[in-house]
């Protein structure tokens, strides 16, 4: 029997990047793997393929709406080839997860393809896809099995006509009308691709606005310019039924008056958010606890209620991030090596890939009304910069939350071109504690977007934006 300092479950961002960091550390680390390729949902059937799809979409978008207007002139029809996307796709997903396992490798790390499931505390059964079972023995665990696509008891996903995220990435055909339900990160990068690309896209949403849980003010503007690009909303709409008729899916819900209305798509989307995926390891058997919403439960160090066992990214709570499973991946590992490091939980970005892309950090402006804490706005829009002109990116703003009385930066909020990219100033800037007026008096490169951080923390200081 093989016996290894730490095993991993799951080779995600999370899973991987901890495995790396448990071999840097000296400790003799296995992976567990139940599928052929490595890299988890992010990898294979999320954050990579779907970024790779909306690149795709955007050049497509951009050759034949806004290539003329800068002096490009393209003779013939310009088509999409939605097999030539997927294809590329594909090819990025491969590259990137062969380079997951040439880490592997290179930092000696054993790697066991199939399911793990726990014996006891300390060994783990593996068991592949022939049915054959191996045992190890690991001092310590990490549990990083992710999530699977949630669910609604009234929508059988069929994978033909009602998909998840998963079917959507590989379609064969470009849908008429694709009915999405759910108004969050994963459907509204989904229903872009797909909206560039000439399908109708119509979004069901039981809140009362997109992406509930970021700041109002980006859920406004991202409603005001994805319906400007036609995508359609309905919101405060309750979705009763999902019904595939063979060539249509009809889709039955009621308004916020009660009153029954329907939807008839050719394809649908079900993205409801995503559910920890634990099945198969047998926690129960062994006694770790698990929360009535299915994570596994852990103290602040991500140590479940049995000692040498860990858990992190999607399976325990928090934000279903790759990049806090990465964070959580190296704390836990530190910890095993006798280290002291942390998370602030507050300043784990979220980001949606549309285009404008949008960006976030910290507190919202709903959230401190809730705490009491009094706050100033400093707020900028992307029009306003000479960058955004001649990229004609003119959509969007930077928001600034700071404290009214210390003037500590609180939270960051932007939606506009490259935002993903520009909020790590603001996370930065926020793990050193600093305030709108630090922020102000840093010297920003001219013409960048990052000048719109800038000029909104000389607004949340006096009102002294320069541009506006």
Same mark, same amino acid.
């Given at each position: 029997m093989s016996s290894f300092d730490v095993a991993i479950i799951g080779s995600g961002p999370g899973g991987y990047v901890a495995a790396i960091r448990c071999a840097q550390l000296g400790m003799k680390t296995a992976i567990i793997e139940k599928y052929n390729t490595l890299g988890g949902t992010c990898l294979n059937v999320g954050c990579i393929p779907s970024?790779?799809?909306?690149?795709?979409?955007?050049?497509?978008?951009?050759?034949i709406k806004h290539s003329e207007s800068h002096g490009v002139e393209i003779s013939g029809t310009i088509e999409a080839n939605l097999e030539k996307m997927i294809a590329r796709?594909?090819?990025?997903?491969?590259?990137?997860?062969?380079? &997951?396992?040439?880490?592997?490798? =290179? #930092?000696? +790390?054993?790697?066991?393809?199939?399911?793990? @499931?726990?014996?006891?505390?300390?060994?783990?059964?593996?068991?592949?896809?022939?049915?054959? &079972?191996?045992?190890?023995?690991? =001092? #310590?665990? +990490?549990?990083?099995?992710?999530?699977?696509? @949630?669910?609604?008891?009234?929508a059988t996903v069929d994978k033909e006509r009602v998909i998840t995220s998963t079917e959507a990435l590989k379609l064969r055909e470009i849908p008429k009308h694709l009915v999405i339900i759910g108004g969050g990160v994963i459907g509204l990068e989904l229903g872009q691709v797909y909206r560039r690309l000439g399908a109708e896209v119509s979004v069901v949403e039981y809140a009362d606005r997109i992406i509930p849980t970021m700041d109002a003010s980006l859920s406004k503007e991202l409603t005001k310019v994805l319906k400007k690009q036609g995508v359609k909303f309905y919101l405060k709409h309750q979705v009763k039924n999902v019904k595939n008729t063979g060539e249509e899916v009809i889709i039955t819900a009621t308004d916020k008056k009660d009153k029954e209305v329907s939807f008839t798509g050719d394809y649908c989307l079900v993205s409801v958010g995503r559910s920890p995926y634990t099945k198969g390891l047998n926690l129960e058997g062994i006694g770790v606890q698990i929360t009535e919403k299915g994570q596994v439960e852990t103290n602040a160090y991500l140590q479940t209620n049995i000692a040498n066992i860990y858990a992190i990214g999607d399976v325990v709570k928090g934000a279903?991030?790759?990049?806090?499973?990465?964070?959580?991946?190296?704390?836990?590992?530190?910890?095993l090596a006798g280290q002291k490091p942390h998370i602030d939980y507050n300043l784990i970005p979220g980001v949606v890939y549309t285009w404008p892309e949008v960006a976030a950090v910290g507190k919202t402006e709903e959230a401190l009304k809730e705490e009491g804490v009094a706050y100033k706005v400093g707020q900028f829009p992307f029009r306003a910069l000479g960058r955004a002109r001649a990229s004609n990116d003119l959509d969007g703003f930077v928001k600034i939350l700071a404290d009214k009385e210390t003037d500590e930066v609180l939270g960051v909020h932007m939606i506009g071109a490259r935002c993903a990219d520009l909020i790590s100033e603001a996370v930065t800037a926020m793990e050193f504690r600093a305030s709108a007026e630090d922020i102000a008096r840093m010297s920003h490169a001219h013409p960048t977007f990052t000048e719109a951080i800038k000029e909104a923390a000389l607004a949340a200081t006096e009102g002294r934006a320069l541009h506006v």
């Open positions: 970024k790779a799809l909306l690149d795709s979409s955007h050049h497509y978008e951009h050759a796709k594909q090819t990025v997903v491969d590259q990137t997860c062969a380079g &997951v396992k040439f880490l592997m490798d =290179k #930092n000696k +790390i054993e790697l066991f393809t199939g399911v793990g @499931s726990f014996k006891d505390a300390t060994h783990i059964n593996i068991k592949d896809s022939a049915g054959k &079972v191996i045992e190890i023995e690991a =001092k #310590n665990t +990490i549990i990083a099995t992710g999530s699977k696509p @949630s669910q609604l008891p009234f279903m991030l790759a990049h806090k499973a990465e964070e959580e991946g190296t704390m836990v590992a530190e910890i």
